[in-house]
């Protein structure tokens, strides 16, 4: 899922202000936790603070974009 992501990324304009950040969550199990992850892969999308939106699972490029389209125009 990193390629998807690598993918809808660097076709964005604006990809240098989405900060990615990949965690371990058998070594971090408190960032886990705290983020609520009980499936790997899962990304969290952080705005201002705030958890603003989660994807669990495997998906796809289209499905990633929509997700992410919000944040990258």
């Known amino acids: 899922m990193e ?3 690598d993918q ?3 076709g964005r ?3 240098h202000t989405f900060r990615r950040q990949q965690v ?8 886990a936790q705290r983020f609520a ?3 790997v892969p899962t990304i969290v999308v952080v ?11 495997r ?4 499905r990633l974009r929509e997700a992410l389209d919000d944040w990258l125009r």
């Open 13 to 15: 304009r604006n990809h």
């Open 37 to 39: 992850v009980t499936e």
């Open 59 to 62: 998906v796809g490029v289209k």
């Open 3 to 5: 390629a998807f992501l």
């Open 8 to 10: 809808v990324l660097q």
């Open 24 to 31: 371990d969550v058998d070594q971090r199990a408190d960032l």
């Open 47 to 57: 705005d201002n603070g705030r958890v603003v939106r989660r994807i669990v699972g």
